[in-house]
């Protein structure tokens, strides 16, 4: 297939419609899943080949399974790029939605996060259905440019909440090349995209706020959306509602009536208003918003008869009643909207505001005009209505809206479905559209007086309302009584039932046709109704009218009027001509008229009428003024004063007129300029200015459009530049400052219109004729025009400035009729003009228009404007005033962007021209603004653009044109440093990629050349300009090392998107870099030694394998630069250390791959130096990988618990190694990082430690501080005098607190001689002897828990190499047991898994990937508890070095070996383990690793000798308490009890028959000696029981006399059985020693038995060397030693004697502290074997049994119970020895049993030397003495202490002792524990200790199960095992 491979043509892209699996074939074959898209390279014979563009994976695939889609190529060739051709947003989908499918999961559902991850599925899907229709392609252009707007609103929303990078996008939303488009564009693109992503709600729909700057109609334009839903009131007959806005202030409606006949039923007569009953009330302002008292008003008119009739009333009633309609009142509901209108236009999408108003009627029907003013007043002339028991209510829904009538209804389909009505506001809106024709007359009813004309009542008052013509006809459809209703001919107002003086406030509005206007009249006729149908014919009684048009042609007045009322003939009424009244006066005045009495038409006086009027009309005016300017040509006289009347017309009448008003204008200025020409002038300039208002700013497009089609002046121009150049003459001429000159200015725009366009039609007319004219007067007029710009006085800032801002506004429509090029030069003059300094800002604002002009886009123009351009940025941009930079720069930024299109012709010289005048000035002020300034990011994209636009040959231009070095210097200099800010201080935001990468691309081209220019004029001889070089390499390598550029920390997508367009940077760079290093010569690079060494060490440390290939090798050059200078290279060394540890440890870099790397390249490059070898290079290098190694386990730990064991552990390993290398910098730095961390978990006396060894440094001196810069606490230190003592009194503080009180008191010693004989402070020396009178006293009274020891070996590759298959011995804390060490191990290590046997692990534990961890308890060994033989110490004391300070312990382990049928004490040897740890324990860590090993092992015999020794002195121990304190007798009577009763059940039967027999001897004739000296261990422990009885028959409570009894009977049983007669009366006193004679003796008052004779009982004699021990409890060592040395023991030295005392001693010490009285239930207590020593198989705490169990009934065996938990290990212990470890379990159970970590939980706290049997030995635990095999590790005094009797058979040679009697059960062992011995470990730190976790955060796991201690007695103990695990607190 390979032969036939070809490039394809067609088929680029393509994506798989099947899942493609080649299982089983050549890896050559790609995998494809379904919708994957490829890009295919090569075919052959329908087989592709190409490349996932996810994966980037190569391979062939089947083309059957590919859809090919349209595509377009790249850079053909092998580096081409092919993008698909289809629609930009749907290709973004396409890309981005898979992405966001893997972030989506990961991001939020695995982090819990449900309710973004719902809300980002439904925008997901949202999408989705987008894309479908955008490829569907069926919408209109319109829907499908809001519907891609809205897509790319969510799609920035959801990178936003994915956490990717900002998409850039143009105005419409579309994403843009970023190649494609400036620096300046790309950063205005990302700021408008960073708005779109603000301004988007929770489901990524965009708010639409920018609209409302963009479309000013929605700030001026506002709507009131009103709904009725419901209408809840039984009327009774059919209704009117009638709705309005009200503004209460004001007492006045401001909108038109909206009016729903309801019918009798409640239901709306028109059925299409049935559910759909609402109104728009339109053309609210701004300051309709702002009424702070508006309300919605709903009236309901009752329609129907004069009194409203039940149906249920007689017939007789309503057969009388009228059959007319009147509209008669009922009822008013109010609703507030004040707080509607004045929300907040932002707020767009709010809901409808729902109400539901109650509908009150009226007292009377007087108030019925102000019944909503009194409800709103809540004066209560109202009551409420009831309908059917309930009260009458209409719901309605109101609602916001805002814009053009299109706009809303485009943006609210749903409102609009069905026609709307619409209610206009009363009077003209804020903005008159044009084309919006209204001729709207609107007439209020106020209110009437009439007379009653004789009657008993007052009348019911109709009033119609109709329009007739001039000649009588009346006008029909010309009155609308509200929106929504029909047109009327006459309208009827409402009845007020018997009232004289009505009110009626009714609103009506009149449409009359413009051509009907002037000659109708308005007549209001009134009627008297009656309600009897007898008198139901209407008669009227008065009239009145109103003309609407006035005498002097204006239409009728806005405001109120008072009508005159007539009255005429009943029969006239009908057909009563306007002729009859049109001549009368129809308004009262204050002159009132000769008005008729009598006639036909008659004058009534009393009587009045009142009415209010209001015209909105496009075609009539009430101004006078307006009217004879547009009828000039009538009164040519008074055309000065209508000229100047024009000029005090309001803007709404001028703008009804706009067309007329021009067309008078300039035929005024055709006929007669000379005369009326100036106001004719001020005039348009009004009228234009007028048009410059928000309000009527629409109206400038009518001005276009009459300018464009309706102007006619085609001789306008001659005398349009004539005054225009007047104006300018007089201003220059006489400097005032005139307000006339400013407004002509602002109207300059449009003069030129008419100027421009009278020309052209000038030229159309004569074909051209007098154009060069023209030209030299437009050119007479610039000319002018300069020189008033260069006028410098005050007077005329605010017209010149007028000027600049207008000027650019001219420059279209002057190049209709001039050159470009001419027009430029014209431009450039008047720019010039302005003086410097002076209207800067209108200057620059000027010139922005300008460049945004159309002139400024042709090449010639650029040429002659660029110069001047230049020139004026540059001034501005180094000038002093900031306020002109953001305009300096917006102009700068828009030449930039316009030279980077292609469509704008050759731009090199504006380029060049730019470079040379602004590239400086714009470095400069960059550098000088302040980051964090919002100009900064715009003047850095101005600066990176102008660099992107210079070409290779603007780069060497401007590079070689440099005037002098020095300049260049500070060229490249300041570059650089801007460079180095860029890259380094995140000049944009981190999501800002493209704006970023395209950044660092520019940075790179710039460099290249940069660095060229650095090596030709810098690099030879005294050129060399160091800092400049130091400056280029700190920028390289920054740039190298930016997080932007990191791209393995980039998506799939996005780093192949970058190294498509720019490749990897990173290496270009790097490889530059190397090149320049290596150019320098030696002498040159030894000038940056050692600086350079951190940025190399930061670049060789990016993870790209090729660049550390390259810089990996200059450590090398750098060694041997040094080298050759100095002869060493401690510099670059140490530097590479320190570098080293911030990059890695702090910074984060660094990895494995880097470690394998760095060794072989360095030490195969030093391999080849024989120098730097024999120097050490290659132990350096070593040293080097190895500080990685550590760096890189400290910084793997950091994000982790800050108390974990690891962090410590990695932290102390840097310690040391950095205490090796003497780094003394780096030592305190990471003392205070790992005190701290001791700190933090309540460890104080580690932190202690660890500050101790900064004092170590520091000397009692005034010398400068030097290293302690970064440690807060100790900055007020100003020598290391101050600072040692500062720490010093922390160490004090934290030994204190830690218990350590004997560490702390050298400390304080210390410091108490400085301040006795340096300082003389005895102020502070009297604190420091407070301070250890203090901790003496703590020694002595307080009562502190002395710490266990652990061995811990963590198993298995999952741990960190220091940790993995390593052993340490673990403090624990104060009274913290096995369990809850336990406990602190696994919360470190939650995944490890507790190994639930003691041997050593094999192979598979050491090479599993998992975890696992063995724990052992262990004893320590003290060994300078020696120097207190012979000395009376405390047991507080003495406790403290017993178990602090200690580098040996002692793990000891019981094995089986023989047949079972020689016994258990027989077969039972003891394996015995001395670990030696690298430091002493406490120390800097909690834990100290295990350096080496010994195993010994221990014969039978030798350990029942031991535990003889060990329990005798525990006897005399307790018996020495309990005499000094009687509190302490519990021990004492437990231990007696233990000893006796064991004793009596055959205890120490079971050494006679192991060991007293003549076989034995026979056997073991070496052993005589020992057997011997047991049997003068157990005759003293008879005499020391007899004593220990002595004292309890003294000290013992009443209650327990048959507890002592029975032991009294015991041990004379013990006695006559092992002690000669003559001993036994030596002892006794010469009388035999019965429980009869000895209970007889009775007990005195004080409690201590007697003797017959009343006498203390002395019968026991005392040892000949009593100790004679004091109240304090102290123990005299010596004494006890001297007592064990009887002429049976000559065969043991004094010195073995006295190591065995101490051993006794120091576990008695810790035995005892805890030992309490077992008050568990007999039932729960292990039962006492027969045929075996009960001391034998039992634990310790079996001899904790109840006292007072004797005092009532006999002594009972408890019944054995039921096993608890699982069975122990090892059921044959005989096979211990041979028995291969478990394999590791497969998978880790989520349960461990209790005995999972290490030993048995039940007996993990028993020990050897505290056995409850009669001293013999002790199956539950053991102790022994070490041998002399160990004198290859062990010192003389640690050797003494375990040095054993006799002779000890080797390991493995003693023959195997035979099996132990049948029925017997050997006490459960643990396997021996196999530790590796450690190898030759690095010297560490003296007292290094390991951290634990605060107590609360302890846990209890039921894995490790509960932990049982040997000291406090279990009420539930586990029942006796065959073989357990054991620790060492069992021996």
């Keep these: 297939m390979a032969d036939h491979w070809r490039p394809t043509t067609q088929a680029k892209l393509g994506v798989a419609i099947y899942n493609y699996d080649p299982v089983g074939k050549p890896p050559e074959f790609l995998r494809l899943d379904l919708g994957d898209t490829v890009q295919i390279q090569e075919e ?27 595509a377009l190529v790249k850079n053909n060739g092998p580096t081409e790029v092919v993008e698909g051709v289809q629609d930009p947003l749907v290709q973004e989908l396409t890309q981005l939605l898979p992405e966001w499918g893997e972030l989506w999961q990961k991001r939020y559902f695995m982090e819990d996060r449900y309710g973004m991850f719902v809300t980002i599925r439904k925008v997901i899907l949202e999408l989705i259905d987008i894309r479908s229709q955008v490829l569907a392609s069926t919408l209109p252009l319109d829907d499908m440019k809001k519907l891609k707007s809205r897509a790319s609103g969510k799609i920035d929303w959801g990178n936003k909440h994915m956490g990717l990078d900002l998409v850039p996008r143009n105005e419409d939303g579309q994403s843009v090349d970023e190649k494609d488009v400036s620096m300046v564009a790309l950063h205005k693109m990302h700021l408008r995209s960073t708005q779109r992503q603000i301004d988007t709600n929770e489901r990524g729909t965009v708010i639409r706020r920018g609209r409302f700057s963009a479309n000013r109609l929605s700030e001026l334009l506002h709507h009131v959306y009103f709904n009725m839903a419901a209408f809840i009131c039984n009327v009774g007959e059919e209704s009117e509602i009638q709705v309005a806005l009200f503004d209460h202030r004001e007492g006045r409606y401001f909108s038109e009536r909206f009016i729903e006949r309801i019918n009798r039923h409640g239901m709306p007569s028109n059925l299409s208003h049935l559910n759909n009953t609402c109104c728009l009330f339109t053309d609210l302002g701004n300051n309709d918003l702002k009424r702070e008292e508006a309300y919605l008003v709903c009236k309901i ?41 004045s929300v907040s236009r932002e707020a767009e999408g709010q809901e409808p505001k729902e109400c539901q108003l109650d509908i009150y009627g009226f007292e009377s029907e007087a108030d019925f005009a102000e019944l909503h003013v009194n409800i709103i007043k809540k004066n209560g002339k109202y009551k409420a209505l009831q309908t059917d028991r309930m009260s009458a209510k209409v719901h309605v829904a109101v609602r916001l809206l805002h814009g053009s009538m299109a706009q809303v209804r485009e943006e609210n389909p749903l409102l609009f479905r069905s026609p709307v009505p619409t209610a206009r506001k009363l009077g003209f809106p804020d903005v008159i559209m044009p084309g919006d024709i209204r001729n709207d ?119 109120t009027h008072n009508l005159f009322m007539y009255k005429c003939e009943a029969s006239l009424h009908r057909n009563l001509e306007p002729s009859s009244y049109a001549r009368l006066p129809w308004q009262q005045t204050d002159n009132l008229p000769q008005l008729p009495a009598k006639g036909v038409i008659s004058y009534t006086g009393r009587e ?187 007077g005329l800032l605010a017209i010149q400035a007028a000027g600049l801002q207008h000027f650019s506004a001219i420059i279209q429509e002057v190049l209709k009729i001039m050159e470009p090029d001419e027009f430029a030069v014209i431009i450039k003059q008047f720019i010039d003009s302005v003086p410097k300094n002076r209207l800067v800002k209108f200057k620059l604002l000027c010139l922005g228009h300008i460049v945004n002009n159309d002139i400024f886009r042709h090449e010639e123009c650029r040429h002659i404007l660029m110069p001047m351009l230049g020139l004026q940025l540059a001034s501005h941009i180094k000038g002093q005033v900031d306020d002109q930079l953001p305009k300096c720069f917006e102009i700068l930024g828009e030449i930039l962007t316009l030279l980077h299109r292609r469509d704008v012709g050759k731009s090199f010289e504006n380029i060049t021209e730019i470079v040379n005048q602004l590239l400086i ?11 964090n300034a919002s100009l900064w990011g715009h003047a850095v994209a101005c600066y990176i653009s102008i660099l992107n636009l210079m070409t290779d040959k603007h780069f060497h231009d401007f590079l070689r044109n440099f005037p002098s070095k020095h300049l260049l210097v500070e060229f490249l200099k300041g570059s650089f440093e801007a460079f180095y800010g860029l890259v380094t201080s995140g000049s944009f935001p981190p999501d800002w990629s493209a704006m970023i990468t395209r950044l660092n691309h520019t940075i790179m081209t710039s460099m290249k050349f940069f660095s060229e220019s650095l090596q030709t004029q810098f690099q030879r001889g005294q050129n060399f300009n160091e800092p400049l070089w130091k400056l280029y390499f700190d920028v390289c390598i920054a740039f190298v090392t930016q997080p932007a550029l990191q791209l393995e920390t980039f998506t799939a997508s996005k780093r192949n998107k970058q190294m498509a367009m720019y490749g990897d940077m990173r290496l270009t760079i790097s490889s530059r870099v190397m090149s320049v290093w290596n150019s320098l010569v030696m002498e040159q690079k030894q000038l940056f030694l050692p600086w350079i060494v951190g940025p190399f060490m930061d670049l060789s440390l990016v993870r790209e394998i090729e660049i550390r290939r390259v810089t990996i090798p200059v450590f090398y050059d750098l060694m041997l630069c040094e080298f050759l200078q100095t002869g060493d290279y401690r510099q670059v060394a140490a530097e590479c250390i320190d570098k080293l540890d911030v990059h890695v440890s702090g910074a984060g870099k660094g990895d494995n791959e880097y470690m394998d790397l760095l060794y072989p390249l360095l030490s195969g490059l030093c391999e080849q130096n024989r120098e730097l070898v024999q120097a050490g290079a290659l132990e350096f290098v070593e040293n080097l990988t190895q ?32 205490q090796e290398t003497e780094r003394e910098e780096m030592v305190i730095r990471y003392i205070y990082k790992l005190s701290s961390l001791h700190l933090q978990a309540n460890n104080y006396s580690e932190a202690a430690f660890s500050l101790l060894l900064h004092t170590s440094i520091l000397k009692w001196e005034d010398l400068p501080v030097s290293a302690h810069g970064e440690i807060p606490s100790y900055r007020s230190a100003r020598s290391e005098y101050e600072l040692k003592e ?111 046997f003691n041997t050593p692990p094999g192979e598979e534990y050491l090479t599993i990937e998992g975890m696992h961890i063995q724990v052992a308890k262990v004893e320590p060994i003290a060994d300078d508890v020696e120097r207190f033989a012979g000395m009376n110490i405390a047991s507080s004391i003495l406790d403290y070095y017993t178990t602090n300070n200690i580098s040996h312990f002692v793990l000891n382990r019981p094995v089986r070996r023989g047949p079972k049928s020689a016994g258990e004490f027989a077969t039972m040897w003891v394996e015995r383990t001395v670990y030696i740890t690298a430091s002493r324990l406490p120390g800097m860590l909690r834990w100290c690793e295990i350096v080496d090993e010994k195993r010994i092992e221990i014969s039978p015999i030798e350990n029942a000798m031991e535990t003889m020794v060990n329990k005798n002195k525990e006897l005399r121990m307790l018996r020495l308490r309990a005499e000094k304190n009687p509190a302490q007798l519990n021990p004492l009577s437990m231990a007696l009890n233990g000893v006796l009763d064991a004793a009596v059940q055959g205890g120490l039967a079971n050494y006679e028959t192991s060991f007293f027999t003549e076989e034995y001897s026979r056997e073991h004739p070496e052993h005589i000696p020992i057997i011997e000296e047991i049997k003068e261990l157990i005759k003293e422990q008879v005499v020391i029981l007899g004593e220990g009885l002595d004292v309890h028959a003294r000290l013992a409570p009443e209650a327990l006399g048959q507890f002592h009894k029975r032991m009294e009977q015991c041990y004379e049983e013990m006695r006559s059985k092992y002690l000669p007669q003559a001993e036994r009366r030596s002892l006794s006193g010469g009388g035999s020693r019965t429980p009869e004679r000895a209970r007889s003796a009775g007990m005195t008052t004080a409690g201590t038995p007697t003797t017959a004779s009343g006498s203390p009982n002395t019968r026991r004699s005392m040892p000949p060397q009593h100790m004679d021990l004091k109240q304090s409890s102290s123990v005299n060592v010596g004494s006890l030693r001297r007592y064990t040395q009887t002429p049976q023991n000559k065969g043991m030295d004094r010195r073995s004697m006295a190591e065995f005392s101490t051993g006794a001693l120091q576990r008695m010490q810790v035995d005892n502290r805890h030992s309490v009285i077992d008050t568990s239930p007999v039932s729960s207590r292990r039962p006492m074997r027969s045929g075996t020593m009960a001391s034998s198989p039992m634990p310790d705490r079996s001899s904790s049994t109840q006292l007072n169990m004797y005092s009532s009934a006999p002594f009972k065996p408890p019944s054995p119970k039921p096993p608890r938990g699982p069975p122990m290990m090892a059921a044959d212990p005989s096979a211990d020895d041979q028995k291969p470890p478990p394999k590791p379990p497969k998978k880790r159970n989520t349960t461990v049993d209790d005995s999972a970590m290490g030993s048995s939980a039940s007996s993990s706290r028993q020990s050897l030397a505290s056995t409850s049997g009669s001293g013999f030995v002790n199956m539950a635990g053991l102790s022994a003495s070490i041998g002399s095999d160990t004198s290859s590790f062990l010192d003389d005094k640690q050797l003494s202490m375990f040095s054993p009797v006799g002779t000890r058979a080797p390991m493995g040679t003693n023959p195997a002792p035979p099996p132990p009697p049948h029925g017997t059960a050997a006490a459960p062992l643990p396997p021996p524990p196999v530790v590796s011995p450690a190898a030759a470990a690095a010297p560490a730190l003296e007292s290094v200790v390991p951290p634990v976790l605060p107590k609360k955060q302890r846990k209890s796991m039921s894995a490790l199960g509960s932990e049982k201690s040997s000291d406090v007695p279990s009420e539930d103990p586990q029942p006796e095992p065959k073989f357990s695990s054991q620790t060492s607190s069992e021996v």
């Design 1187 to 1218: 500080l990685l190694g550590r760096l890189l386990d400290f910084r793997n730990l950091q994000d982790g618990d800050d108390y974990s064991i690891s962090r410590m552990q990695t932290i102390f390993n840097l310690l040391q190694y950095y």
């Design 301 to 341: 008119i009752r329609v129907g008869r004069m009194t409203y009739v039940p149906p249920s009333s007689s017939s007789s009633t309503s057969s009388g009643a009228s059959k007319e309609e009147f509209r008669r009142p009922y009822g008013c509901a109010v609703l507030n909207i004040s707080q509607l209108l």
């Design 1286 to 1396: 500062l720490i010093f009194k922390d160490i004090i503080e934290y030994f204190d607190k830690g218990m350590l009180w004997e560490c702390a008191i050298p400390l304080c010693k210390e410091l108490a001689l400085q301040c006795e004989s340096i300082t003389y402070d005895y102020e502070q020396l009297s604190e420091i002897h407070k301070k250890i009178s203090k901790l003496y006293h703590d020694i002595m009274h307080t009562v502190r828990g002395n710490a266990e020891y652990y061995r811990v070996g963590f198993y298995g590759a999952g741990f960190p190499p220091f940790l993995r298959n390593k052993q340490f011995i673990f403090r624990g804390k104060q009274y913290e047991r096995l369990g809850e060490f336990n406990h602190f191990l696994l919360s470190h290590f939650p995944r490890a898994q507790p190994l639930n």
């Design 44 to 70: 052959c014979a329908g087989w592709y080949r190409g490349f996932s563009l996810k994966t980037r994976q190569k391979g062939i695939f089947p083309a059957s399974f590919i859809h090919l889609k349209q």
């Design 608 to 794: 009045s009428f009142q009415i209010r009027t209001l015209v909105c009309s496009t075609k009539l005016t009430q101004n006078v003024d307006l009217l004879g300017l547009l009828k000039w040509r009538q009164q040519p006289d008074r055309l000065e004063d209508s000229l100047r009347g024009l000029m005090r017309v309001s803007g709404e009448e001028i703008v009804k007129f706009l067309q007329d008003t021009f067309d008078a204008l300039f035929a005024i200025l055709d006929e007669d300029a000379e005369r009326s020409g100036r106001l004719v002038f001020q005039c348009l300039v009004f009228i234009i200015r007028l048009l410059g208002d928000r309000k009527f700013e629409h109206f400038r497009s009518v001005l276009d459009a009459y300018i464009q089609t309706h102007f006619s002046g085609a001789m306008a121009h001659q005398k349009l530049i004539e005054q225009l150049k007047c104006c300018f003459d007089s201003a220059r001429t006489q400097p005032t400052t005139d307000s006339n000159n400013v407004r002509v200015m602002q109207a300059l725009q449009y003069i030129f219109k008419f100027i421009i366009k009278s020309r052209l039609l000038f030229g159309r007319a004569t074909r051209g004729k007098g154009a060069q004219e023209f030209k030299e007067s437009l050119c007479e007029l610039f000319d002018s025009f300069n020189s008033l710009m260069g006028v410098k006085d005050d």
């Design 441 to 559: 007359l609107y007439i209020t009813l106020v209110s009437g007086d009439f007379q009653r004309d004789g009657k008993k009542s007052h009348k019911n008052v109709e009033v119609d309302v109709c329009v007739v013509s001039e000649n009588g006809r009346v006008l029909e459809d010309a009155i609308v009584s509200g929106v929504a209703s029909d047109k009327t001919t006459t309208y009827k107002g409402v009845v007020l039932y018997h009232q004289n003086t009505p009110v009626w406030e009714d609103v009506i509005k009149f449409d009359i046709p413009f051509d009907q206007f002037y000659t109708s009249h308005l007549r209001f006729t009134f009627y008297h109704q009656s309600k009897e149908a007898s008198k139901a014919l209407r008669h009227g009684f008065t009239l009145a009218y109103v003309p609407l048009m006035q005498d002097d042609g204006t239409t009728l007045r806005d405001g």
């Design 921 to 931: 000035a714009v470095l400069n002020r960059v550098a000088a603004i302040e980051r």
